[in-house]
């Protein structure tokens, strides 16, 4: 078995190899970045707890919303079908937002990936513990429930996390199931059953990585399909703009048409013989932007240069739905779902945001309070007992106003969460 887990660790980047290592030694989940590793021993027990989902902010709230509506399995047979029953009406969910390291997908274009990984590893490991902080408080508390499930909601995250977090858990011999948007994405455009060529729309890291045309291939590939022409285009700025930041002036229109331009482009520059058809929308943000994203393609199509590049009517694939039926059936398919009637140990759910550790030493903040820029981005992986930041529990004054707007009038179900 040991020598199991130390090929397993061998094949994890080192500097997650060093997490994994750190949090098996502190199996009481008492240090930074460890978890009570006896917290799975009792199988029933297990299925009674939450499922985690984690994002590099507040975007993946898209996802949870999707977790929290999905109505698209009969509850009772398992079979597929709304029955007017949310398909997780038993389950509950426990929310984390590392806003105080985001954005994720900015790492790569500074070459600091390395540190990216450890942060996505981290997160997870914050889902498996117990360990929170409050946020004035300068000690640690032990009070949130481990989970059964960990979603990734962050394609960045997923992109360059997904492998890290399946062989740490491998590692701990953690009964825990992960799925990640990207996989669930890929499936979404294989069930869209379109012809015509596909577009990714994400993060540039998330495009630096090409998780998507190498997942979306080999998801048709395995199913037999033949695999169009895929162009990816990856934007610093759209993220930002949907949710309101003020660094990004101009509307999410004019930024959409940017990207939508953008993406046309790279798509021509494949010299395809059929139309874009299937946009993916590959970052947690830009379903909230699929209206202003398709008028974008329209008003490009008028142009008689791009006219035959764009269909007519495009197929947009949101991985936040596709996420949730895939959760839906790992769930059923490792029998960690709670069926009708039975409840979860949580009786609501419970939502997290990453926030500096003002107290650190070290730690470099900018006027505005966040981390500074350069420090947040100059970081090395490895120093296991430094917190600079700190998961404090979420609420909806804590969400800048632009967001909190957004999310109050496009993701119902999560304010509602939220607001209880
Ligand atoms: N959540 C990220 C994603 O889906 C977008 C924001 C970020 O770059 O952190 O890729």
Redesign the pocket.
């Known amino acids: 078995m040991k020598i199991l887990t130390a090929l397993l660790l061998l094949a994890v980047a080192v500097h997650a190899a060093d997490l994994i290592e750190h949090a098996r030694a502190h199996a009481d989940g008492k240090a930074a970045f460890s978890f009570d590793a006896s917290a799975w021993s009792d199988a029933e027990a297990t299925r009674h707890l939450p499922i985690g989902v984690f994002?590099?902010?507040i975007?993946?709230l898209t996802v949870l919303e999707a977790l929290l509506t999905l109505d698209a399995f009969h509850n009772d047979t398992l079979q597929p079908g709304a029955d007017g029953v949310p398909d997780f009406a038993q389950e509950r969910f426990i929310y984390l937002g590392d806003q105080a390291n985001?954005?994720?997908?900015?790492y790569s274009a500074v070459n600091r990936t390395d540190y990216l990984r450890e942060l996505i590893v981290k997160d997870a490991v914050f889902l498996l513990g117990r360990r929170t902080w409050t946020a004035a408080g300068t000690e640690p508390q032990f009070n949130k429930p481990p989970v059964k499930a960990i979603v990734i909601?962050?394609?960045?995250?997923t992109?360059y996390g997904l492998e890290d977090i399946r062989k740490a858990v491998a590692a701990w011999k953690v009964p825990v199931i992960v799925v990640g948007?990207v996989e669930a994405g890929a499936r979404g455009v294989l069930e869209s059953k379109v012809t015509g060529g596909i577009g990714v729309l994400?993060?540039v890291?998330?495009c630096a990585s090409k998780v998507y045309p190498r997942t979306i291939a080999s998801t048709l590939g395995r199913a037999g399909q033949s695999v169009p022409v895929i162009a990816q285009q990856g934007s610093a700025t759209l993220?930002g703009a949907i949710e309101g930041d003020a660094a990004f002036p101009d509307s999410v229109a004019v930024y959409a048409l940017k990207e939508a331009r953008a993406l046309t482009e790279a798509y021509r520059a494949e010299k395809p013989t059929a139309p874009l058809q299937t946009i993916v929308l590959?970052?947690?943000?830009y379903p909230l932007a699929k209206e202003e994203i398709d008028t974008a393609f329209t008003a490009l199509r008028q142009d008689a240069a791009l006219h035959d590049l764009i269909a007519e009517h495009r197929t947009f694939v949101n991985p936040a739905e596709a996420t949730a039926r895939e959760l839906f059936r790992e769930l059923a398919q490792s029998k960690l779902r709670l069926k009708p009637g039975e409840v979860c140990t949580l009786e609501h759910g419970l939502f997290y945001l990453s926030v500096p550790r003002v107290e650190e030493v070290g730690i470099q903040l900018s006027g505005d309070g966040s981390l500074d820029k350069d420090y947040k981005y100059s970081r090395s992986p490895g120093q296991l007992d430094f917190e600079d930041t700190k998961n404090v529990p979420l609420t909806p004054a804590l969400i800048p106003a632009n967001s909190a707007k957004l999310v109050k009038e496009r993701l119902p179900a999560v304010w509602k969460a939220l607001s209880r």
């Open positions: 994002d590099s902010g975007g993946g985001m954005p994720y997908g900015n909601a962050c394609n960045t995250a992109a948007v994400a993060t890291g998330t993220a590959g970052c947690t943000h």
